[in-house]
Structures are given as C-alpha cells and as structure tokens.
C-alpha cells in the first residue's frame, strides 16, 4: 500500500523538521512495515513547464515541428517535436537535458540529451504524459498526444513537479505487516497511529448533517454475513472529471482516476480504509435487499464476465434480482454511465470468511474484497459515507433525495476489557510505569483507568481485535518500546521436563502392533 504525506497531515499536524527516516524507523517498530520511503519530485528531475510562443515547419521533415519553447528565465529554447496537438501559447512538459523519460511510454528508460533531429539541434524533449509516468493521472485520447498543461496557470520555468503537485512523499507499507490490523487501511488509520506514536493532536472527520427525512428502504435478510448497511439516494449528480487535486492523490496511492463519482468512491476507499459502491439509482426497482445468493442465479458484472451464484454467496438486489456481487465487485446492469443522474450510495459491513470464499471461488480480487477479507469494523460504514457525502456536497456534484438509511443487524456493545497490572508485566517480562500505561492507551483511544491494580480499558470501535489481556499488552510495548525488553536467562520455573503423554505411548504401541502385522505406515499431505 502507498501512503501520501501529504494526504496524511490533513489528519494530523507533522512537524515540517520531522526526520522523514526516524518516522518510517518508529512507523516499522511500533505499526506496519514501511518498505521505501519515496520523494516523489525526484521522479521529475530536470522537467519543467515550457511555453510555446512559435511552431515552424521542420525543413526535413513532414511530421516534425520545431517549437520555440520559453523554459523560464527568459530562455527561449528549439525542440523538435511531432506531437500532434500543439499550439502556440500551449504550456508543455520539458524535459531537459539530464531528465529520464521512456521512448513513447516502452522500453528502457533514457537520459535526455540536446542532440540533432533529421539536421536541426534540438534541446531537450516535449513529452508525452506516458513518457513521464503520467499516463493514468493524464491518459491520451489519440496517438501522438503531447501533454497539454495549459491548465496550470504556472509561469514558464516552473519546476514540472512543483506545478503538478508532486511535491510529496510516498511510504510503501508492506500489506502483510497490517493482515490483522485492518484499521490502517487508509490514511486515515495511519495518521491516527502517529498521531497516538508522537503524541499530536488527531483531526476529526466531521459527521455530515442532513434534515432530509430518509424513507429510503433497506431489508438485511442474512445478519449473519453482513451486519450494517448504509443506503442514501442522492439525485443530480455529475458524471464529470474530479478536481485534479482528488486525482492526483488517487493516482499517487497507486489508482487511476475515472470520473467523479467513482473517484469519490475509490478516494474515500483510500482515506478512511471503507470501501463504498455507487449504483445508477434508475436500474434499482424498489428498495435495496442484502441476501445470499439462489442456486442457478447469473450476475454480470462491471468487468462484462457473467458469474454463476450459488448460495454461499452474498449478493445485493433490488425487487428483480443481484444489482451486485456484495464486498467484490458491482453489476454491469447497475453500473454509473455518462447518462447517470440518480444514484445509491452504499457503505456496509460483509463478513471477511465469506467475502475471502466468494472472491476466491470466483478468482475476482478488487480493492474492495481485498480489504473486506481483513476484516471492516463496524464504525468505519459511517465514517466513509460522511466522508463521501461531504466531498459530494463539497463539489457539487449532488445532493440528498431520500434520506440515509442505516441499517444495523442486531448491534453488539462492545465489552470493557479488564487485567491485572501483574498480569501485563508478567506476558511482557518487564514493569511498564502505570503513568505511561494510562498515556499509551489513552493515546490509542481506549480510555484506560487503574484501579486497585486492575487495568480496565475501552476499545474504541475500530480497534474489534482487543479482547484480552495479550492484546493489551501488544498494544502497551509496541509504544512504549521493545527494546526496553531485558535480556535474561529462563528461570526454573518456566522450564518443564519433556515426554509423551499417556494417549501418546498407547498410540506407539498400536503402530508397532499393526507393522508387525504387515502394514505399513503412510502420512499424506493435502494440496488444499
């Protein structure tokens, strides 16, 4: 997974001085595994933005163009170039001598150098958006496109990476390190860990107020595998292209921007770690319904491949049949077109054993399911919808027909988790102070209190994986420190004299019996 700094200090103030190395070194001992750090601007060394003040006719050459560039400073440069949608005034990507791009987005990559093309010298390059890793983020509509950037309004000169906002800082978590942990999968999760790490103050995402009376309409009729659905109708809504910022961040964790919609959806996916699904409201008859699925049924879905359901799968319909394949991926029969102008707006909780099942039955993985096997808490629903009901509003890009419907199947309180102090040294084989106990823990969100010398904590409800005293004690030394963990030798105590037990022995024997009696011994291995 790839984590935006930037994205990350909407959530918590950084310190600007922070020693980036000692921040992924604290991230790596006390929450996930950080990779690589990655500072992205050095991808766009010695590229700039470049206007166009003269296009002439290359002498040699009936593709080719020679194009004035302003390159900033006053500097007026030649590059040859056969794009073919340049214009005069037209802001460009140069790149410049010593800049690494690939030949039209293949092969090796190559340094740039002022060279000779067909007889006419040449400085540097006019690129193309593939040329310089931009192709997803500034896809082309025809062969031989030349990235256009008129709309930055940046003087010439600009560095390329300041101008697109590539002025940032990726970390690269090892996903393994986060399997049972599946509050940090978002940015959200993480700032909240430095937050509790350097002790800084976390940013609320705000609750999204609505007077709209909700007689919107959603039926759970299997509990069992998905405990809460959020529903919302929203009408006139724009199928348009999101604000380049959104954009830039999806791009940035690793995804391609589509439109406003679905960039929504995936950017709320990537700040709060819930996946969201939107539906085309006028391909939903009725009301909502999470059910599994009946034997025989078909579902075709966004990626065009028609699935055959059974009844361990867990589908979403409406009163006709499956709108979408629940946790893995929607139905092409619901899906948002550029004549959408009503949607559904869903965020839900499917359990993670059935969602690994279905996604590997069917051998379909998205960022979805990917997340939804590791397990979504149960707050997290709320905490995306807000969040993609704010930036929906924010925009413009809708607004609220009927009302939210939260549906929550058979809510569980979550239980205080009660130890002994002792008991926490005695897994740890060290004294954590009480006043650092009470400071970790509060830091966590789990509001801890000592009494009596019992330690009684509150999980917050994105933290479902606290249950007992191991896991408080996990929690305790992954901040206080594991290399306050002393070196010593086992005691007598904790050595034990080894042997076979009473069921053991009896088993030898009935082996000896049966190879004397001819047979022979066979231990099998299963590939599944």
């Given at each position: ?27 790596t ?49 030649d590059?040859v ?50 040329e ?104 006139g809504v ?41 539906f ?55 899906c ?42 149960t ?87 606290i ?62």
């Amino acid at each position: 997974m790839k984590l935006s700094l930037s994205w990350i200090k909407d959530f918590v103030n950084i310190p600007e001085d922070m020693d980036l190395k000692k921040l992924a070194y604290d991230l790596t001992m006390s929450t996930v595994e950080v990779e690589d750090v990655e500072y992205l601007a050095r991808r766009f060394d010695h590229m700039v933005v470049g206007v166009i003040e003269k296009i002439e006719a290359h002498p040699n050459a009936d593709k080719l163009r020679v194009c004035k560039v302003d390159i900033g400073n006053g500097e007026i440069k030649d590059i040859v170039c056969g794009g073919i949608n340049l214009e005069e005034g037209m802001r460009v990507a140069v790149s410049c001598p010593g800049a690494v791009v690939r030949w039209h987005g293949e092969g090796e990559p190559v340094v740039i150098k002022n060279s000779k093309l067909r007889g006419v010298e040449s400085f540097g390059m006019i690129c193309a958006s593939d040329e310089i890793g931009l192709g997803d983020l500034f896809p082309a509509s025809q062969e031989g496109e030349i990235l256009d950037l008129s709309d930055f309004a940046v003087p010439a000169g600009t560095s390329l990476a300041e101008a697109l906002d590539m002025d940032d800082v990726l970390l690269e978590i090892d996903n393994k390190s986060m399997t049972n942990r599946p509050d940090l999968w978002g940015h959200y999760g993480i700032a909240r860990e430095i937050a509790a790490l350097y002790n800084l103050e976390l940013a609320e995402i705000k609750p999204f107020e609505t007077d709209v009376q909700s007689d919107f309409k959603v039926e759970i009729l299997d509990p069992d595998r998905c405990t809460r659905y959020i529903g919302v109708e929203m009408t006139g809504v724009a199928v348009k292209p999101s604000p380049y910022r959104m954009q830039n961040r999806i791009w940035k964790a690793g995804m391609r921007p589509i439109n406003a919609l679905v960039d929504i959806t995936n950017y709320v996916m990537l700040a709060t770690g819930n996946p969201t699904h939107a539906f085309d409201a006028d391909n939903i008859t009725d009301h909502i319904v999470v059910r599994h699925a009946s034997e025989g049924e078909k579902l075709v879905l966004l990626n065009d491949k028609e699935i055959d359901l059974c009844s361990d799968d867990l589908v979403i319909t409406d009163s006709e049949g499956p709108v979408a394949l629940a946790g893995v991926m929607g139905g092409a029969n619901s899906c948002i077109d550029g004549d959408t102008k009503d949607i559904v707006f869903e965020s839900a909780k499917f359990m993670r054993d059935n969602i690994r099942r279905t996604s590997r039955k069917l051998n379909l993985r998205s960022d979805s399911s990917f997340r939804y096997e590791r397990g979504i808490d149960t707050d997290s629903q709320r905490l995306g919808l807000m969040r993609a009901l704010t930036l929906i509003y924010k925009f413009g890009y809708g607004k609220i027909a009927r009302g939210v419907a939260d549906v929550f199947a058979d809510p569980q309180p979550r239980k205080k988790v009660s130890v002994p102090v002792v008991r926490i040294a005695d897994i740890l084989g060290i004294t954590v102070p009480e006043e650092d106990m009470l400071s970790i823990l509060g830091g966590l969100g789990m509001s801890p209190e000592i009494k009596d010398g019992v330690l009684t904590v509150d999980p917050p409800l994105f933290r479902d994986d606290i249950e007992n005293a191991n896991d408080i004690a996990e929690e305790l030394i992954r901040m206080y420190g594991y290399d306050h963990i002393e070196d010593k030798l086992i005691g007598g105590k904790e050595q034990t004299l080894g042997g076979k037990s009473e069921e053991q022995k009896v088993e030898d024997v009935l082996k000896d019996i049966c190879v004397g009696a001819g047979y022979s011994e066979t231990l099998t291995y299963s590939f599944t």
